[in-house]
């Protein structure tokens, strides 16, 4: 994965960027009026209704706020697979897809971070990336 993947392979385009370690962040938007963060950017606030909204690189790690298993997934998509919602570390809430053992599904609370995978794949096979997050693998 790398900067220079096509957008057009994102389920979200503009809203994954990389840095020089080709690391991703995720793109949200900051309110220049309330200082509200958001993800993914708005065009108008939902808490002042503000449209000065400037872009806002997101913490790249958060707790496991909560997560449910899907058996019953769309086309195209795997099955099971788990989304979830994780509080970043800067305070933004994002529903994501999980990567995780769901034979040995993690507990909530524990530490994730940002990855980009394969969300899922279009009928000839391309696949179509997403952010998504993944435990921290804690040292032992
Ligand atoms: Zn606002």
Not at 68 to 82: C, N, Q
Not at 105 to 117: H, R, S
Request: proline share 8%; with cysteine.
């Amino acid at each position: 994965m790398n900067a220079s993947a096509s957008e057009a392979n994102y389920a979200l385009p503009g809203t994954i960027s990389f840095d020089e370690a080709h690391r991703p962040r995720l793109m949200g938007g900051l309110c220049a009026q309330c200082g509200a963060k958001v993800f993914p950017k708005p065009k108008i606030c939902s808490g002042c209704w503000s449209t000065e909204q400037q872009d806002l690189a997101l913490a790249t790690r958060g707790k496991l706020y909560s997560f449910s298993i899907v058996h019953a997934a769309r086309k195209g998509w795997p099955s099971p697979y788990a989304i979830a919602y994780v509080d970043l570390d800067d305070g933004v809430r994002i529903c994501a897809p999980l990567e995780a053992d769901l034979a040995h599904p993690p507990t909530l609370d524990i530490t994730v971070e940002l990855i980009v995978g394969t969300l899922r794949a279009h009928a000839d096979g391309t696949p179509v990336l997403s952010h998504r997050f993944k435990p921290v693998q804690e040292a032992r």
